[in-house]
RNA sequence: AAUGCAAGCCGUUCUAUCGCUGCAAUUUAAUUAUUGGAGAGGAAAGUCCGGGCAACGCAGAGCAUCUCGCUUCCUAACGGGAAGAGGACUGGGAUUGAACACCCAGGCUAUGGAAAGUGCCGCAGAAAGCAUACCGCCGAUGGCCUGAAAAGGCACAGGUAAGGUUGAAAACGUGAGGUAAGAGCUCACGAGUUUUGCCAGUGAUGGUAAGGCUGGUAAACCCCGGGAGUUGAAAGACCAAAUAGGCUAACGCAUGUAGGGCUGCUCGUCCGAUGUUAGUGGGUAGGUCGUUAGAGAUAAAUGGCGACAUUUAUAGUGGAUUAAUGAUAGAAUCCUUAUUUAUUGAGGAACAGAACCCGGCUUACAGGCUUGCAUUUUUU
RNA sequence: GGUUUCGUAGUUCAACGGAUAGAAUAGAAGUUUCCUAAACUUUAGAUAUGGGUUCGAUUCCCGUCGAGACCA
């Protein structure tokens, strides 16, 4: 299904600062990633925060449009190319991105990069989980 | 018909697929599922004013602080609006040798008081306000000299703001009298201002008669009159587990002491230290309410110059909270550009996004429509 | 969402309502030096913006634009 309701977005205040205190980044431009798994179950393997800087545009409908189009592309990708690939189902990764461009592009744009975003955070989840299981071991 | 100005209104539309947030009905253990219907603006913006609403405070009085300032009306209220009054300005007319005053039109106007007091008015200029007199004028009166006297001379005491140069502004302007020379010192005409009386007007004010006064500046201090308690939905109310211990009542201590509360201050006024017992239950994170039917909207009639008011009828209700109102495809409409002038291709869709709610103000805005006024052209 | 402060040369700061807005640095040109630095001389450069009050406004008043700070 390509849903994206409420209990697919982050609205948790304790999330949202034990996120960006604790999780990592990375940067695939047009957007900043960060992300954190924790054990607790949910619903949904992932809980999403879409976020553009009030610095950068300072017109509330552009932001309104960036984050509209975001969340389009978010929505239509998520079910084959994240849940997919998201191996472990007890755990909730915890996701947010970040426009840091400096204009406003297509949809198609949006899209493509989106995926890209996806292919580097898998490469990066698996690997981290590799050394996890490493290092008890 | 075109162009310009002003006012008002609108400010992309339709179809399909995939979604988001409320609402109603049915359904479910469960916002679980199905169906239906709804979902940004004229400025939602800036946060510049005024309210509603809420909490805190309040025996009461004064001071300080901030703010407003022609009149009448509208409004819940306003620093908003309507209609007027005054003012300077611009254009035209008339008058004249030329202008001012006068008449008409236009937009503008924070417009109480300079006759309570204080301050300031650089440079220039004699002087910027009780005129400390540079040039000039006079020297009547006093002084000195000549002379018998009449008179004349000197320019020493002094008098003088009419004339000169300066400046944004020069002691209200012009003319006459007056005088040694002069001076609103006096008179006539005129300018402004103010007090009183009469007339017109609800009133600001205007007209008129008499009296007084005459540099500017109050968006300098200030004076006069009116208004304002403070803080803002992150206000506030309710729900609920664990832990430190705040508050209330009674008794005791103490006897209104130290200290504290009451908007910024003062007067004034209220509470009032440690202990024991009993009761109640705060902060933090989360949720629900506050939260959307309202000083509402549209239309008609009536009243009013108008802002607006009254009555009747009609239609229906955005409500998110890490924050919904969207995306894609196709078609239509409009604009720009290139090729061509049948057309075809490419690009684009003004300003801009609710955050408790209303009334204003200000600012941004592609394009279109309506009305009024002005100018030009064409036709009759 | 609310409260509040401030805009002056490229930069950091001055300036009772009063001649042409000042200083330090940075820039440009020149002197000096074999060359550079330092030093010296000269030079260009600004009141955020639109109105108003006033004879006169960076300063006073009002409206826009922009930049910060604070309130959980």
């Known amino acids: ?4 309701n409420k209990e697919e977005r982050l609205c948790s205040r304790k999330l949202i600062d034990l996120l ?3 999780g990592s980044s990375f940067l695939l431009y047009p957007y900043r990633v960060s992300y954190l798994l924790t054990a607790t179950s949910h619903q949904f393997p992932v809980q999403v925060v879409i976020n553009v800087s ?4 300072k017109k509330a409908v552009d932001r ?3 984050k509209r189009l975001t969340r389009e592309a978010y929505r239509l990708q998520k079910q084959k190319d994240l849940y997919a690939l998201i191996p ?3 755990k909730l990764l915890l996701l947010s991105v970040q426009f840091i461009g400096k204009k406003i ?6 899209e493509k990069k989106l995926s890209g975003v996806f292919k580097k955070l898998t490469t990066e989840l698996q690997v981290k989980m590799t050394q996890e299981n490493d290092q008890p071991s």
């Open 88 to 90: 472990e189902s007890e």
């Open 1 to 4: 299904m390509n849903t994206f």
């Open 54 to 57: 009030k610095k950068r545009f």
């Open 64 to 66: 309104n449009r960036i």
């Open 105 to 110: 592009y297509d949809y198609s744009f949006f």
């Open 20 to 22: 960006f205190k604790d």
